[in-house]
C-alpha cells in the first residue's frame, strides 16, 4: 500500500472525553513518522453506542452529521478497533437505502484501524529505545473479528527490541465491556472483566497494551477498582510513542 | 422413575438466574473446563482452514437455498415420507404438537415411551404432558436421562448433563436407582443406565426422536448420535414418532454430507459420530424388525415469524451443532439454565424471541457483548450478533409503531426513560457546537463526576473526564503551533 | 384453516428468493481424499482403530477361518447369524472348532422374540455394504435377510467389509452407488461401538448399542496386511 501524505483521525467519543491522551499520542506519533493529521474538530462519534443497543435511528442521525467531515480522500485513521468496526462495517448497513449510502460505502473503503495502519500502511520499523520489559496485549473484539487485525498489535509490539510479549490465559476471550452491556448485565459483565483482569496479572505482563478505548476503560477501571496490583493497560499509541522517545 | 418435578427457570428472570450461576463456583469452574475441552476439540477437527472456510461457505449456502424454497421442500418431504409409509403431521404450536403425539400413543393404549435426544420435545414440554396422561416418558440419552432423574433440565443441546460431576451423577444414581451402589467409575456408571434403559427399549409401546436432516428427495430422516439410543429408539418399539421444526427440511440427500461434517466437527470436535441412522420407512413386507409405523410431526411454533423476514430468517439455518454455546464468554460464565428457555446461548437468544416472544425474554437479546465469538465459528456462518443487534431494535421499538413484519413482543424492552436518554444523546453528539458544550462542561465539571454510576460501579472505579477534551487538547497545540 | 395450511401460508406469504443450488460436487473435487487403494485403507483402519474398533484382515476365502479364530479366543456365548450365504459359511466354520458358540439364525420376525435378542444374544455377524476411508465408517443397509437389531441390539457386533468398496468419503460412496435413486428402510454410517461422554465428558464405550465392533476386513489380491501396518500406518 503506498505511504500517505495525510490522514484524517477519527478520535472517538471514548478517548475524546476519557483518554484524550491516547488520541493525542496516536497524532505525535503518525507526525513523527511524517504524516500530517487532519483531526476535524466537528467530530463527535460513530454512532455506535446506540446501534448496538437497538437504536439505529439516533445512530444514523449522529453518524450522518460526521459524513461532511472527511472531504479529501486520505486514509481516515481511527485508535480503536470497534469505533473503526461501526465505520468499516456496521455504517454501510446503518445507511443501506438511505440516500448517502454511496458516500457512505466511499468513507468506510477509506477507514484503517491505527495498529493497522502502521504495520501495513507504514511498515513502521520502530526503534526501542526503553528500557526491558514484559507486555501483554488485548485485542479487541471488533479489531479480532471485525477488521482481522488482531496480529498487528502482536506484530507491533514484537518489532520492539527490549520488551518481551507475554501471552495472557484466554487472551481472545471478550473482556466484558461491550458497551452498554457492562451496565446492563453488570454481573456477567463483572465476571468476564474480572477474569481477564486476573488473566494479565497472572501472565507475569508489567504492563498491557491495548488499541480499543472501551476494552482499556473497562480493564482499568477493574483493576484500579480491586487495587490488587500496579498493573495498568496504556493505549498501543501511548506505549508506542514513549518506546521510541517521542513522549516528553 | 416416576414422573419428577421439573425445575423452571423462567427466561423472565434471566438476570437474577445469572447472578445465582456466577456464585456457583462449582458450576463456574465445571463449565470453563469443559467449553476450554470443547473449543479445543473443535479446533483440531479443523486442521484446514482452507477446507472450513470452503465448507462452511457450502454449508450456509444449502442452507439458505433450502429455506428460500421451505414451503415447496415442506410439501415434497410430507410427499416422498407419505410415498415411504410415513404419516406426516403439521403443529403450529406446541399444544397441538402434544394432542398429536398424544393421541398417536393412546391409540395403541400406550404407557411408556422411550426418547432419543429432542430438543423440540423439550421445547413442547412433551413429557410434562404425556405424564399428565398417565404416559410414562422415559429419556434414554445418557445426559437426558441425568438430568431427567435430577428433575431438570437440559443445560446444552449436545451435553445436557454438562453442568453435572461424576460424583453428582453417583450421588444422583445411587439415591434414585434402587440396588445402586455409589460409584464415581464413569463405566460403571455408563453401565447402570445402559442396563436400565435396554429394559425400557424392550418394553417400550412407543419411540420418539429428532430429526437432524429431512430429506425432501428421498423421504428420509436422518439421526446423528453417539450412544444408539436414537436406533434404539426408532428401532425396538412398533411405533416411532419423529419430531422436528420445519426449519430442518433439506432438499437433496447429498445436502447432508457436508452439513454432517460440520456439525459433527463444530460440536464435538469429532470426525464423525458413531452412527447416522437414516429412516426411510416403516418395517416393509418381508422385513423382520423395524417400528411398523412412523410419524413425523412438523412444528412451527414461531419459526413462520422468523421465516418472514429475510435478515431474521438466517436463524433458521441453525444445525444445532452447539459451537456458539461452546465459544461464547457469557454461556460459559452462566451455563444453560440461567437463560430459561430450551435452547441456551447465543442460539438461545436469537431462537427463543420468535418461540416465546421478545416479551418474555426481554433480557436475551442483550445478554450478549457482541463479542462475535459465535458467529466466528458457526459452520452455516449466522451472523449472530447482527441478529442479536435487530432483536434489541425489535425490543426497544415503541410497541404501537407499525412495520412489516412486527414480532412478538414488539417493544418488550423499550422504556421512555431509555428512549428519551437516546434522544438527549443523539442531539448532543449530532450537533458540533452542543457537543463542544458538552465536552467542554464535563471535563470542566469533572470534580462532580457522581461515585456511582448505574452499573458501571459495581466493577469499575467512576469514568471520570479526562480534565480537558481531544478536541480542545489538539486546537491548543495548533495555537501554540501558529503562535511559534 | 388446518395447521398444514396454515404454516404453508404463511411461509408462502414471505418474501422470496431465488438461490441457486450450491456445486456439492465440486467442493469434493476441490478437496478429494487421495484416491490410493493403500493409503485408503491405512487411514479408514487408522480411523475406525482410534474409536475402538478391532480390525481382522483377511481375504475372500479366509474369512470363516479368522472369524472362528476370533471367536476362540474371544468365546461368545451365543451369536446370531443371518440366514444367507456368508451366514451359513460362518456356521460351517464355526461348528468345525472345540467350542462352538449358540447359534441361532435371524429366521422370523423379531416380535416373538425381542426379550431373547435382548437378553440371550451375545454377537451377531453381518455383512457390511461399503466403506468410507475418511472418516473411518462402516456402511450398514440393513435388509430383510440381516435386519436392523442385528448390528445395535448384541454388545458384540462383527462384521464382514469387502474392502474393495472402500470409497474416499461419504460423498463419493452417495454419489458413486447413487443412494438418492432409493433408501431402503433404514441405512446406517458405523463409525466404531456406541459411546458417550455425557458424564462430565468422560469417553466411555458401549452406551446402548454394540460394546465391540469386530471388523473381518478382506483384502483383495495384492495388497497384504503387512503393507497396511507398515510404519507410518
Ligand atoms: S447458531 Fe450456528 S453455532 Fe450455534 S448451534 Fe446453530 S449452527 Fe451451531
Redesign the pocket.
Known sequence: MSRPSDVYLFGTCLVDLFMPDAGMDAITLLETLGIRVHFPQAQSCCGQPAYTSGHPREARDVARSQLDLFPGDWPIVVPSGSCGGMLKHHWPTLFAGEPEQERVVAIAARVVEFSDFLLNHLDWQPVDTGPATRVAVHTSCSARREMNVHTTSWALVDRLANVTRVVHDHESECCGFGGTFSIKHPDIAGAMVTDKARALEDSGAIEFVTADAGCLMNINGKLALDKATPLRGKHLASFLLERTGGKS | MNSQPVTLYPSRQFKDNARAALADTELRGSLRSAMDFLMAKRSSAFPDTDELDALRTLGEAIRQRCLSRLPELLEQLEERLTANGVTVHWAETPAQANAIIHGLVAARNGTLMVKGKSMVSEEIELNHHLEAHGIQALESDMGEYIVQMAGEKPTH?IMPAIHKTKAQIARLFHEKLPDTPYTEDVDALIRIGRNALREAYLQADVGLSGVNFAVAETGTLCLVENEGNGRMCTTVPDLHIAITGIEKVVEKLEDVVPLYS??TR??IGQPITTYFNMISGPRRPGEKDGPREVHLVLLDNGRSQAYADQQLRK?L?????????N?CPVYSRIGGHAYGTT?P???GE??SPHLLGLENTRDLPTASSLCGA??E??????P?PEMLMRLREESQRPAGEAVDHPLRGQGAAASTTEALAWRAWRRVYASPGTYRLFGWSATRLRALTPPTQAGWTQNHVPMTPAPKTLHELVREREARRKES | MSARESILAKLRAAPKTALAHPDIAAHYQRFPFPDDPVGKLRHWARMMRSVKTEILWTDATHWPEALAEWADHRRPASLLLSDTPHGHQAAAALATRPTVPALRYFDSELDGWKEQLFHDVEAAFTRVRCGIAATGTLVLWPDAQEPRTMSLVPPIHIALFDTTTLHGDFHSAMHQENWAAGMPTNAVLVSGPSKTADIQLTLAYGAHGPRDLVVLAMLPDGISPAMLEEEGA
Open positions: 443441546i460440520l456439525l463444530s460440536a436463524t439455518q441453525c444445525i444445532r451443532c452447539g459451537a456458539c454455546m465459544h435452547y446461548g447465543p442460539i436469537i431462537i459465535c458467529g465459528v458457526c459452520p452455516v456462518r449466522i449472530i
